[in-house]
């Protein structure tokens, strides 16, 4: 098993900056991947961003390239999400997500999905006020 947990969320003014991170614990030796998910009431969960573990090559969706940027530590096994130039669509609940999943498949669209994710974050609010 592994358990996610996701700090760093809040409030903030359109144009600013917040960075979330994402710890991982248990059995963190098979990860593949982890990944950036996020959430509105009533809307389908949409991808942010991921960042393979071994490599790590990065992934964005359209809508945070060039402003958020993804990292990671595999020494501590956690995930970082740096986003700057918020706006007021980027408010959702953030979720964090890992997958141990070996897979044929790789690639933007395997690990934009949220099916390729075995273990999920509780999620941390984020909010941008305009």
């Known amino acids: 098993q592994v358990q996610l947990v996701e700090s760093g969320g809040g409030l903030v003014q359109t144009g600013g900056s917040l960075r979330l991170s994402c710890a991982a614990s248990?059995?963190?030796?098979?990860?593949?991947?982890m990944g950036w998910f996020r959430q509105v009431p009533g809307q389908e969960r949409e991808f942010v961003a991921a960042?393979?573990?071994?490599?790590?090559?990065?992934y964005y969706a359209d809508s945070v390239k060039g402003r958020f940027t993804v990292g990671r530590d595999n020494a501590k096994n956690t995930v970082s999400l740096q986003m700057n130039s918020l706006k007021p669509e980027g408010t959702a609940v953030y979720y964090c997500?890992?997958?141990?999943?070996?897979?044929?498949?790789?690639?933007?669209?395997?690990?934009?999905?949220?099916?390729?994710?075995?273990?999920w974050g509780q999620g941390t609010q984020v909010t941008v006020s305009s």
């Open positions: 997500a890992l997958t141990s999943m070996s897979s044929l498949y790789s690639g933007s669209d395997y690990y934009a999905s949220g099916r390729s994710y075995n273990y």
């Open positions: 248990g059995r963190t030796f098979s990860t593949y991947a």
């Open positions: 960042i393979r573990w071994s490599g790590g090559m990065t």
